[in-house]
């Protein structure tokens, strides 16, 4: 995963979402990107998490280096079990592909109102998208962050040390 | 996934459910869709639902281009932990056939009564195959209503804002 | 799956379970089947569920059409446990065979006394078996029943219908 | 799996367990066969049981009929999780080789005290690796015990029949 | 696995961890082995511990015999949910690409504060490290090590042994 330009990701986003996570990945895509960079994007909008595995794995074999893969799961136990369902499919996806999907989860309970709520999601799909970015285009600035406890949307945890 | 004509939706459902989902489906497709898509519909009926991914995925294989795989889930523990197992197959049916299959999954704790639940079973069914119609010929409209909070069955949860 | 004739069906049970379901398995497909059916029934034992999916796929393997496995399930929660793992690996099974596994699955604490655990493992065993004579020559037979609360074992739950 | 000669299983277990599992099993392959079986062992220890499923299919693949994977799982909920995907893995294993994994699972809390636990630890691996060694060269000794409520290292649970 | 010489051992860590458990691996690697191991040693970092299967399995096919996929898991419930799917993607990655990846998982609850947990990880880390060293350059150590409860961080659980 060196740096290279041209490089194309996908974003694959759900109607369920109650906020347009897709066009918040895009759109800071764009800012993180240079014209040099000549990044690609392209984006596939499915109804549920359940079915963003096969869309995803499918833009990584037309030609995707990497997909973002954007849900928001509700509050319910069934919600739970279908966030894992889905999880489980985009692992199966990526190693099938051989190739990276970032999935950005938003837990409607980890919110305390729908404001919060929108802010949360538009917050942790960009973080996750400048993630993305990096991976493809500048991994040593993933490598300079190691166990630096980085958290996308809420405050990052930080790094905790050995005692001297 | 670009607008076509000639394409083939299969129709899974089961002798379990209490209600005819896999009837609702084709109706709901022959409904949905104009003689000039020159749509083909497969139905394949099984015992339950754990037997669905792999008939949807011989349906895949056998040319169909997205499968509406319909099932009714019990109350019991058991009952939710098949559910899980089943998910998790038709995940993977998915994933290794490169197409999508649209689960419709009723719980029948979902509904005060049988009578709920029977215009839930049809509601839900008929919405994912409009999305199964519109994933196939009409993939722009399905953009259109990203991140909208779009539900299958009961009201549409609706999208939230970010503050201005 | 049309209907054909000549077809073969293997059977995968266990050493663990208390009723010899095996028998009662390859018993009712002999009553379902016609002598003009050319009905062959392969069976392997195994020690217990976790054993089932690869001695199943590898029946299908060597010529199988179908599997019916059978299996009964403790009452503690590593064996509930157990038959999760059991049903994820037939899935896979199905999956990577491409053709079915009928999954029979008994939980001890399904009945009150040891009299209905018999009957009742014996009674799933043989309507899962009569299911699956149908999958293999009479597919229309299953669909004249979709969704129609077919249970096997204790009563159906039958049907239910939209308010008019 | 007919009667054959010139067989080879593997045992592979953990320096987690606290009981040599693995040892254990060798001794009863070797008390179990005859010279004139030539069956041949190999034998692999990993760390823990999640590191089983990918040395067990390793074996396999370099020509191992069956292998039997042995660990012991803690108390703690975090172990039953990894045991769940040390199971999951087995089943992967297993059809991804199509060859049986024999799964020796002891848990910690099975067992009164550390006496009983190595004697619970020692038996039933014991008690599989029987199993195995019918499984290649007797499988007509499981056919007999089919549905007869067969246990490894607690007493059997026995056959139940039905009302006359 | 039999003792060799220039092999090469894969590192992945994420930046979620609140420690840089990927230095430490490194760090052990270097301590454990000698020049005449000609040890090579790969590191990649990646956002979270569900990025970890693919990163790792892409450095197995890219020549790694072995990964160390270190990561930190939260305290809720929604984190050991994360967990199990990362771990069900390891189980798969390893099978697929036929290496032994070894996860070292540390959850954050393991430890009373962070101080102890800064050197959890440190430690468990580096035992993992020392054993993924074992497993390509010295398997008899391992061999030698079975079932005398063996842990990583805290202390061993020691070995049981039979009555006499």
Chains 1, 2, 3, 4, 5 share one sequence.
């Not at 764009?30 to 833009?59: F, M, Q, T, W, Y």
Request: charged share 30%; net charge positive; hydrophobic share 45%.
């Amino acid at each position: 995963m060196t740096k290279a330009r041209g490089r194309r990701i996908g974003v694959v986003d759900t109607t369920f979402a109650r906020f347009d996570m897709g066009a918040a990945a895009v759109d800071e895509l764009r800012k993180a990107s240079k014209p040099s960079d000549r990044l690609r994007i392209d984006r596939v909008v499915v109804p549920g998490i359940k079915d963003l595995p096969v869309a995803a794995k499918n833009l990584l074999d037309a030609g995707c280096d990497l997909v973002i893969a954007c849900g928001m799961v509700g509050g319910a136990e069934v919600d739970r079990q279908c966030a894992l369902v889905a999880d489980i499919g985009l692992q199966q996806a990526q190693l099938l592909a051989g190739k990276p999907i970032l999935g950005v989860a938003v837990y409607e309970q980890e919110a305390k109102d729908e404001r919060e709520l929108a802010w949360l999601m538009d917050r942790r799909t960009r973080e996750h998208a400048a993630n993305a970015y990096q991976m493809l285009y500048r991994p040593e600035a993933l490598l300079a962050k190691a166990g630096t406890g980085q958290r996308q949307g809420f405050a990052d945890a930080g790094p905790i040390r050995l005692e001297g």
